[in-house]
């Protein structure tokens, strides 16, 4: 368990005056999920996925192993700019995803541990792919 008696109200209060507005999106799979031509508008998320997040608007990109959620993404713009880019997703439009966003804090310099050698190469988890694993082995196919 981690002990947290050493932080201070005082370094609490300095932590969160330095808190920035974003927004999350949960990405949560649609009644649409496994419709005919699921594969290719699955890859049209993806690369745009990709190029939200190579272009900034997203900073944070997880997808998830789930039957459920898809995955998450934190995003540099407000709540309604976030809604407005997940509405023109292609599997969201195709109801095989559900967008929830969500006005969020984040802290500057916070970032995800670097990089695992047992999951960068290909093969690995399908991390770029916004499915959590490569379209050929998603489950329920």
Do not use: N
Not at 8 to 26: K, S
Not at 108 to 129: F, H, R, V, W, Y
Request: proline share 7%.
């Amino acid at each position: 368990m981690i002990s947290y008696e050493h932080v201070t109200p005082d370094q609490v209060r300095e932590v969160a005056a330095t808190a920035r507005p974003y927004a999350v999106a949960l990405l949560r799979w649609g009644p649409q999920r496994h419709r005919d031509g699921a594969d290719a508008i699955e890859l049209e998320h993806q690369r745009r996925m990709v190029a939200l997040r190579d272009a900034g608007t997203i900073a944070v990109l997880c997808p998830a192993d789930s039957e459920r959620l898809a995955g998450v993404a934190v995003m540099v713009v407000d709540a309604d700019e976030a809604t407005a880019i997940m509405a023109e997703d292609p599997c969201v439009r195709a109801d095989m995803i559900r967008a929830e966003v969500y006005r969020c804090y984040g802290f500057p310099g916070d970032a995800l541990p670097g990089e695992d050698p047992d999951t960068s190469a290909a093969g690995g988890t399908g991390a770029a792919t916004g499915t959590g694993r490569p379209p050929s082995s998603r489950k329920g196919r």
